[in-house]
């Protein structure tokens, strides 16, 4: 179950969504809803207050249920790159624990291009309702794989050709001072330890933001700006070419 006005949106312009439950919300999003819902053949369900009332702050008394995301691979990753003429872009991340923050660099992920994300199976967050809540779609436009060892999945995206950044808070480059425009995979640690040591010797690069006033930022901050420096690079390096 999924829940809040976006994310059940989404799911229905995905055709991911099974059926819709609805018990209050504006009147302009529950006629979209119901709209959707028609068109993609997903039944619509009135229900009372009290159906709500286990769910976390924030469902906007909408809920659906959904055909959860299919798990991907690196070969499907590639195969996404390949099918919009891009070198490869795979975001990683290395125990990242809170499912808002999985949600908000899965939206900046899609958004900015990358092609795909590395989640661990264990001592990180997963997918979940309110993870996916927090990508506002992007769960279901993203190829998401779980892995059981991150490490290791770095080292084969490493003998597949692509470059490794790691970021960090402090001690690393400047991502401006690195080509970002080649094949990559962006490594993000957790909120409070940020990365390992064992991941961090993986990397070809440690990247970090430089920063005035505060010295860290909220690791799904950091993906943001470190994946449009990716984005910027690249387009630049295509308008160069053209």
Known sequence: MIYGVNPVLEALRAGVALKVFISGSRKEDVALIEELAGKRGAPVQRVGPSFFETFPKGHQSVAARVRWPALADAGQMFEAARAHGEPPLIVALDGVEDPRNLGAIMRSALALGAHGIIIPKRHGAGLSPEAVKASAGAAWGLPVSVQSNIKYS???????????????????IAPWQCDLSQPLALVLGAEQRGLRRVVAQRCDYLL???????????????????????????????????
Do not use: Y
């Not at 995206?157 to 402090?170: M, N, W």
């Not at 005035?212 to 070419?241: C, M, P, T, Y």
């Open 208 to 242: 970090s933001v430089p920063m005035r006033g505060i010295n860290s930022l909220n690791v799904s901050v950091s993906a943001g700006i470190l994946l449009f420096e990716i984005l910027r690079q690249r387009n630049s390096k295509k308008d160069k070419k053209s």
């Open 154 to 172: 770095l080292d084969e995206l490493k003998e597949k050709g692509l470059l490794i950044c790691g970021a960090q808070v402090e001690g690393g």
